[in-house]
């Protein structure tokens, strides 16, 4: 049996408490607070950003919907991570097209093009790897690598047991090993 959580923020269990009485500006202020993250979970599962942006959209319709059955025992983040991972799922799973169109450069504007052009292949073939790997693996992986939650936290957004979080993170990074193999010498 997992041990209560309180959020440690008492303005952000301040916002909750208001939100579920019915206060669209205090979600409004937890929207701002996680609107960055949840679209970049979504963004490292799906690969396309504006598809992450509309299904980050429909998460937090669906978070407004589900609410009142919020209970404070897990962070209000992994509540809408796990929301979030599972939008990104079922969008998945409806097998729609996911082509990225707005490429964000993460490169030094002093390096020259040859650098910047070397870089922009090693991330979008990481980019492509993240995306072959099955959903269960990849979201693990995300909120591991890219979203910095720890294996509890993993746990409870994806209400998975942390033995199988922990497999899960194995698989995916031997995954991403072998497939990045002649990156990574390069």
């Known amino acids: 049996m997992r041990s209560p959580i309180i959020p440690s923020d008492e303005v952000e269990l301040d916002l909750i408490v208001q939100a579920q009485e019915g206060n669209r500006e205090a979600f ?3 929207v701002l607070r996680y609107r960055k ?18 299904v980050a959209q429909e998460a937090f319709i669906k978070a407004w919907e589900h ?7 897990a962070p209000f983040r992994n509540w809408v ?3 979030a991972t599972n939008s990104a799922r079922d969008v998945l799973r409806q097998g729609k097209e996911t082509v990225n169109v707005d490429e964000v450069p993460l490169s030094n504007p002093d390096e ?10 090693r991330a979008e073939f ?9 959903l269960a693996s990849r979201s693990v992986l995300v909120l591991r690598e890219y979203e910095g939650l720890s294996y509890r936290e993993i746990s409870e957004a994806l209400d998975i047991p942390i033995g199988t979080v922990m497999s899960r993170l194995n698989y995916a990074r031997n995954a991403m090993r072998k497939m990045l193999s002649g990156l990574l010498e390069a």
Do not use: F, H, T
């Not at 679209?39 to 509309?54: P, Q, S």
């Not at 020259?112 to 292949?121: A, M």
């Open 28 to 30: 409004g202020e937890l």
């Open 37 to 54: 993250g949840v679209i970049n979970v979504v963004y490292r599962m799906c690969g396309d950003v504006n598809l992450a942006e509309d």
């Open 67 to 73: 609410l009142p059955s919020y209970q404070p025992k």
């Open 81 to 83: 991570y796990r929301i």
């Open 112 to 121: 020259g093009p040859e650098v910047k052009l070397v870089g922009k292949e």
């Open 126 to 134: 990481v980019r492509q790897a993240v995306l072959s790997l099955p």
